[in-house]
């Protein structure tokens, strides 16, 4: 429990404070202290206001210049935007969307497969929303399909012939539609399953994992969202029994790439690295490094700002998650010819 999403109507010139009294029973309520809420009046423009955490509520203070307001924990990521994201892509004619399989909730777990299978071709499994709350991870992957899918995009052209592109945009629908932070419709952790996925539990992991068993993974990377730091960083693999020096390699030139394209990404914070052998074989990135032999980060962005680049107004915002996901082809680029 952490999201939240309403409107406010018939406020427009006065004086408004929101309480939300249930804040401190949220799953992290350490993330309040430095957290503006979002609001939008015209539903694309997001923008910060003031907001204070206060005796165990979190108070919004704000005077609507409109009729009409929505306010929430992040920019919102909705089902239809997905229906809309998918109508683009498979506009274009590198691309075909599929379905995985059926959600908790009968919803269609969607794919989109971007290149043609070929001999030596690594494949690439790019997911994102695990936890359906980080909506900003799929505002990131629009950026990223973007770009891809980009015909004059010389960098984008190269990539789409050389590799195999496995693109699930969000893979928890169900858990975004009910708004929850980080589980699915049956209440499971879907980064706490990939040991031992189940139909019944989740089969929006069963499913992925098949398809990455049918295709092989030379690359994955993980889009999620932070509730406490305010930076972009990268969570690797390095606690699994399988690490070494190749991986070490990998996963530091594609981060060094990273840095060099984006100046919203760093390397100087972020989670502790895991002891040898000690990292949580139930998480995405961990099992499926181990899994495949191959390079696995999770991206974790932030719900508040880039402190090492803030911007009071919108804080970390959907413009920018997508331009990270845009300048994300870069890292993978620099690494896509080691990683075999």
């Known amino acids: 429990m952490q999201w939240f ?9 006065q004086p408004c404070v929101f309480r939300l009294t249930n804040a401190a029973k949220a799953s992290y309520p350490k993330a309040w ?5 979002v609001c939008t009046t015209d539903r694309s423009h997001y923008f910060r206001v003031p907001t204070t955490y206060e005796d165990g509520a979190l108070v919004i203070r704000h005077t609507p210049t409109s009729d009409l307001a929505w306010y929430s924990y992040f920019a919102p990521y909705s089902l239809e935007q997905h229906h ?3 109508a683009r892509v498979q506009a274009s004619p590198f691309a075909r969307v599929s379905n995985l399989g059926q959600t908790v909730d009968g919803r269609d777990l969607d794919e989109v497969v971007i290149g043609t299978p070929g001999e030596g071709k690594p494949v690439m499994w790019i997911i994102a929303r695990q936890h359906p709350g980080e909506s900003m991870a799929e505002w990131w992957m629009e950026g990223f399909l973007n770009r891809l899918l980009d015909p004059n995009d010389a960098l984008a052209t190269q990539l789409r012939d050389a ?3 496995h693109v699930v945009p969000n893979m928890n ?4 539609t009910r708004g929850h932070l980080r589980c699915n419709a049956a209440g499971t952790n879907l980064n706490r399953e990939w040991h031992a996925p189940t139909v019944e539990r989740s089969p929006e992991v069963f499913h992925v994992l098949q398809a990455m068993d049918a295709s092989g993974v030379d690359l994955c990377l993980d889009v999620h969202g932070d509730e406490e730091l305010p930076y972009n960083f990268i969570s690797g693999s390095e606690g699994i029994p399988g690490w070494t020096d190749r991986l070490a390699a990998l996963d530091g030139a594609f981060q060094k790439a990273y840095v060099a394209a984006n100046a919203d990404f760093q390397t100087t914070h972020g989670y502790p690295v895991d002891d040898a052998g000690s990292a949580n074989m139930t998480m995405c990135t961990n099992a499926v490094s181990q899994r495949y032999d191959c390079l696995a980060m999770t991206l974790e962005m932030p719900f508040k700002d880039n402190a090492d680049h803030p911007d009071p107004k919108e804080g ?5 998650s997508m331009a990270l996901g845009a300048s994300s ?3 993978i680029a620099a690494v896509l010819s080691d990683l075999r």
């Open 5 to 13: 999403h309403f409107r406010v109507s018939g406020a427009n010139g």
């Open 33 to 37: 202290d430095g957290y503006n809420a």
């Open 84 to 86: 809309a994201l998918l």
């Open 163 to 165: 590799a195999v592109w």
């Open 173 to 176: 629908p169900d858990g975004s």
């Open 316 to 320: 970390w915002s959907p413009a920018r």
């Open 329 to 331: 082809l870069d890292p």
